[in-house]
């Protein structure tokens, strides 16, 4: 699912922050959605390139992850016509992405599982299905927050975090548990 951020020495990288680029790869790579190339960027900062197939000439690394993820309707972007895969990515727009791309709708409790995100948050319901136990398998979902009682919906995703956001939504077996 990932080549980490170094091969020699291999390296993870679980402390550093996911982009947004990144996240397509990832979230493309859990879920079964393959490189798609629809003919013409739909995003002037994520560029087709001369074919648009992967290491073509002027094509962008995430370009075929990221137009995968705009044709499922799991992003739109960060507005005009941009979608800055360079950017950092929220824990609050991780749920959106992780229940889109699993096909979960926003979930709207009347009390709040986490202190910091009131109903009146635009995340609320995303991160409402994304901690709901009853939404998820086995592994129970893929997120209890950071502790007390709070989700930090404004904080950074770190590529830990997405590892194990991931495994437990999509019940990967790993070699430990």
């Known amino acids: 699912m990932t080549g980490g951020i170094s091969a020699a020495p291999p390296l993870y990288g679980p402390t550093n922050n996911v982009t947004r680029g990144q996240m397509a790869s990832f ?97 609320y319901g995303w991160i409402e299905r994304l901690a709901d136990p009853g939404s998820w398998g086995a592994y129970g979902p893929p997120t209890t927050g950071i502790g007390g009682g709070l989700y930090g919906p404004a904080q950074s995703v770190t590529r830990g975090q997405m590892a194990a956001f991931i495994q437990k939504a999509r019940e990967y077996d790993l070699p430990f548990k």
């Open 27 to 123: 979230i493309c790579k859990a879920y079964s959605l393959t490189w798609y190339d629809p003919g013409v960027a739909t995003f002037t900062d994520v560029p087709r390139g001369t074919s648009g197939t992967p290491g073509s000439p002027g094509t962008h690394p995430f370009y075929g992850y990221v137009e995968r993820l705009y044709q499922q309707g799991i992003t739109g972007g960060i507005g005009g016509g941009l979608y800055g895969p360079t950017g950092g990515i929220t824990r609050g727009q991780m749920a959106v992405f992780m229940c889109k791309a699993a096909g979960k709708t926003p979930l709207n409790p009347p009390s709040p599982h986490f202190t910091d995100v009131p109903q009146t948050h635009p995340f």
